[in-house]
């Protein structure tokens, strides 16, 4: 056990020293940035196309990385495998593209391969390398020079802080642009509607009582042994109480009807007028879910009169309809 221990300590250290290593090389190469990275993203913001990244081994996977993160934050790009783009792949760049080829050495022969076809094409070249002096840099419109990287792998083979810190750089490159073209939450959202971001800046409260449909509605002078029946058909816990022109006025709740019970009056020969609750919290089909979930769970609410134009209930909204949603 006591061996177990020692060894498990050796190996706390040794990934201490791994992201300490790393996270300097991240604060060192912040101080390399200087206005040459304008000229950078001026020359992605002029695209009139796409951004394609290209790189292999593992800053291939980085590419791969950074491609995502530029489509998904205003930026259209895609990832461009050398070695497929040298058999027939390059069909896809076009002369309004620019590639972002990425080399730590900056002399990755599957890259250099590609370089006179992407210059016949026409489409301009950021090189993401370690040395300006590498031929990648000089056969590249603009450099976005990493510098010499201390890698965390002992040996210096493996690509550990030079990976990191070229991550870390494209993430803040797709940031400035994000920036620069005032890229919202909603423009976000739009694209990861499938996921729970794109649920809470997207998903309408109509969108989520369209799906069950309830809407339970009463008079004033409905009978609460009725009203009690019209709750219980749709499952509501609740009825939303309408006038003449069948606008809200009210809400009864399965509580109000307990909560006489206790008090041990015949509830059920009274009326909803003698029980309903006037000027009841609601909310539009048009507002947002996560503005109803809100409001819910602000006034420890269960049920809330969802209405349209004209306060005319269309559908009782319950809070596990939303909390199912992962809201």
């Known amino acids: 056990m006591l061996r177990d221990l020692k060894q498990s300590v050796n190996y706390v250290e040794s990934i201490r020293e791994v992201l300490e290593t790393e996270a300097n090389e991240i604060l060192k190469l912040k101080d390399r940035i200087n206005f040459r990275i304008n000229e950078v993203i001026e020359m992605i913001l002029a695209c009139e196309n796409k951004v394609v990244f290209t790189g292999m081994g593992k800053s291939g996977i980085i590419g791969r990385k950074l491609a995502s993160t530029f489509a998904s934050t205003g930026t259209p790009a895609f990832f461009l495998h050398p070695g497929e783009a040298l058999h027939g792949d390059l069909g896809k760049i076009t002369k309004n593209d620019v590639v972002i080829a990425i080399s730590n050495s900056g002399e990755t022969s599957e890259i250099l391969n590609i370089i006179p076809s992407i210059k016949r094409i026409g489409a301009k070249m950021i090189a993401i390398v370690g040395s300006r002096k590498s031929t990648l840099a000089r056969r590249s419109n603009l450099v976005v020079d990493i510098g010499e990287i201390e890698e965390a792998c002992p040996l210096g083979l493996a690509p550990t802080s030079s990976t990191t810190a070229t991550l870390a750089l494209g993430d803040a490159i797709a940031i400035a642009l994000l920036k620069a073209r005032e890229f919202t939450p909603e423009n976000f959202a739009l694209f990861h509607p499938g996921g729970s971001l794109g649920r809470r800046l997207l998903l309408t409260v109509g969108h989520v009582v369209r799906r069950k449909k ?61 029980l309903y609750t006037k000027y009841p919290v609601s909310v539009s089909d048009r507002q947002l879910a996560t503005e109803a979930l809100r409001i819910m769970e602000d006034r420890a609410f269960n049920v809330l009169p969802v209405v349209k134009a004209g306060k005319k209930p269309v559908a009782m909204l319950r809070i596990q309809d939303l909390t199912r949603l992962g809201l």
Request: without cysteine; glycine residues 12%; negative net charge.
């Open 214 to 274: 309830v809407n339970p509605v009463v008079a004033l002078d409905t009978g609460i042994k009725d009203a009690l029946f019209i709750m219980t058909e749709a499952g509501a816990g609740a009825v939303s109480v309408i006038d003449d022109e069948g606008r809200l006025i009210g809400i009864l709740t399965d509580g109000d009807i307990r909560r006489e019970l206790m008090k041990g009056h015949e509830v059920l020969d009274k009326k909803v007028a003698d």
